[in-house]
């Protein structure tokens, strides 16, 4: 995650603590505060557990591929009891509740007091369909810190990518019955194409419904949402959308509206606030540095800060990465699997700077961004040391020069962007 709160507006959020390594003594007092660790590479997981497949909508571009039935072989109330043990005795900083639809699961609350009764700090991911007052007073009560209810657009546009009509306006009904219950709740967005295009009047969205929280997630091909490339956004639109929300979360700060806005899923973000930022502040662009650079972007996310448990128990090392697993907590405590570095993806994952190829290797912000995503890579060029495709820095920007591109391409490293991602900035340039 990027804050881009926390970083280009110089506001304090309680997740900076494990992101950017600091914390005031006012947001350390706060209940279920974070505990700042000793560096990043020494961050336990956030870790995402899908705890069921079964959803009640049909997302277009759903990481999981989930539909509207049963599936079988999900872990059992008591296994599911006995993982969220080790995870707490593993000290993870926070247990995500996600699906599927974890509203769906029966025994959510059964499992979120096990937690509770640990000391876990515990999230929920939901489509928010599902949240009546009742189930919002139940979120409440049971101890859950934030609820992230997910939204990919306004209206119809959410409903088709969200395969179901009427769900935005039982989506919002349920945003709504958690702010009356006074539950910490925000807005998940993934950026495409269609939404892009109204990014403006999201945020106007966000400040007249009063959402006090957004992650904007960027496109990760995977579960259905291999099939959906062309709604992905080029490097050109993906700079764009940054620009509007980074000006957008500015007048925010700039007007007293307390918001924590954040980019999730591209650690290059970080590299391009900061290059924004240097032109109109460069001592307080050297400070965002620091930061950024402590937190090592995504040299210390999947597989080392994050990971992810599917309903099945498989181990990823994050939720798109569903196609690989370290192992299954059926047979072996999550804690072992983490730290097992002899699976060579796991030990690629955690000394990944080992292993990267290409413009990574040479871009003057790799301690920055961390080589940002490695399951795009993965997936785009089948290569986890190959760059994220989704880079959208340009080599002046990385500082790579043509003999350092001439040198890339005599190793073989020279990877070609998907046209998917040039498109629409080819067109303009042919105009």
Not at 302 to 327: E, T
Not at 330 to 343: H, L
Request: aromatic letters at 8%; a neutral charge; charged letters at 25%.
């Amino acid at each position: 995650m990027i804050g881009i709160s926390a970083l280009y507006c110089d506001t304090e959020n309680e997740g900076d603590a494990i992101r950017y390594g600091k914390q005031s003594s006012h947001m350390k007092a706060r209940p279920h505060a974070h505990a700042v660790p000793k560096s990043a590479a020494e961050r336990r997981p956030v870790t995402a557990w899908n705890i069921t497949r079964t959803c009640n909508l049909k997302c277009v571009h759903c990481y999981s591929d989930s539909e509207e039935k049963a599936y079988n072989g999900e872990l059992s109330t008591q296994e599911g009891k006995n993982l969220i043990t080790d995870l707490a005795q593993f000290k993870i900083p926070a247990l995500l509740f996600s699906g599927g639809e974890p509203l769906i699961r029966k025994d959510l609350w059964e499992l979120a007091d096990h937690g509770r009764q640990l000391g876990m700090r515990m999230t929920l991911s939901t489509n928010g369909v599902l949240i009546d007052d009742k189930t919002a007073a139940r979120i409440k009560e049971i101890g859950f810190t934030y609820v992230g209810i997910s939204l990919d657009g306004i209206g119809e546009v959410n409903d088709r990518f969200r395969g179901k009509e009427g769900a935005f306006k039982k989506a919002m009904k349920g945003f709504q019955n958690c702010v009356a219950a006074g539950q910490k709740v925000g807005l998940r967005m993934t950026l495409t194409r269609h939404n892009y295009e109204n990014l403006h009047g999201i945020f106007d969205f966000i400040e007249a419904e009063n959402i006090q929280r957004a992650c904007f997630y960027h496109l990760v091909y995977s579960g259905r949402g291999l099939g959906i490339s062309d709604e992905d956004l080029t490097h050109e639109e993906t700079r764009h959308a940054l620009d509007i929300i980074m000006e957008r979360t500015l007048d925010f700060h700039k007007r007293g509206l307390q918001k924590d806005i954040l980019t999730v899923d591209n650690h290059v973000d970080g590299p391009y606030l900061y290059l924004k930022l240097r032109e109109i502040n460069p001592e307080k662009a050297g400070k965002v540095r620091e930061q950024l650079e402590w937190n090592g972007g995504g040299r210390y996310s999947s597989g080392v800060g994050f990971g992810d448990i599917d309903f099945l128990g498989n181990v990823h090392p994050d939720q798109f990465w569903m196609h690989y697993s370290f192992g299954n907590v059926r047979e072996r405590r999550f804690s072992e699997i983490w730290q097992d570095t002899s699976n060579p993806l796991m030990s690629l994952l955690k000394n990944r700077f080992d292993h990267l190829k290409g413009k990574c290797t040479k871009c003057q912000f790799l301690n920055m961004c961390g080589g940002a995503l490695r399951v795009r890579a993965d997936i785009v060029y089948k290569d986890a040391g190959a760059p994220d495709p989704a880079c959208y820095l340009s080599d002046e920007e990385c500082g790579i020069t043509p003999a350092m591109r001439t040198e890339l391409a005599a190793k073989g490293e020279d990877f070609p962007v998907p046209e998917a991602l040039l498109r629409r900035a080819n067109t303009a340039a042919a105009k």
